[in-house]
């Protein structure tokens, strides 16, 4: 391994390497990242670039950017990933909440209209 390693997350190397999350998974139970690791602090498992490299998963040499910009730009597509996830998530609410204010403004109508039926 090198003294200043990139690691990546499961899901960031199957973004890198063009395989899914499971496939990741199975090779590193398999021992193909033997220098895998569990992140500080969290439950996320991350592998180091030379890992990939060592099990010919990735070969930076031939990528026409360098190693560096394609993890910038997999982190970045996974933020929006996120982001677009959170952002459906947030108008599913509000799409919620917009039927609940329809129904109680339904509700507050009909009340009005039975106290005026009544006092007339």
């Known amino acids: 391994m090198q003294e200043h390693e990139r690691w990546l997350s499961r899901n960031e190397v199957a973004d890198l390497v063009g395989r ?3 496939t990741v998974r199975r090779d590193e139970g398999r021992g ?12 996320t498992r991350e592998i180091p670039l030379s890992d990939l490299v060592e099990a010919g998963h990735y070969d930076p ?17 996974r ?4 982001l677009r996830e959170e952002l459906a998530r947030a108008q599913a609410r ?12 339904e509700d507050r109508r009909f009340l009005r209209r039975l106290l005026e039926g009544r006092a007339a």
């Open 61 to 77: 040499a031939s990528e026409a950017e360098s190693a560096e910009e394609t993890i910038s730009k997999v982190r970045s597509g």
């Open 94 to 105: 509000i799409e919620a909440l917009e039927e609940r204010l329809a129904d109680a403004n």
């Open 32 to 43: 193909l990242y033997p220098h895998a690791r569990r992140r500080a602090g969290s439950t």
């Open 20 to 22: 899914s999350y499971d």
């Open 79 to 82: 933020e929006n990933s996120e």
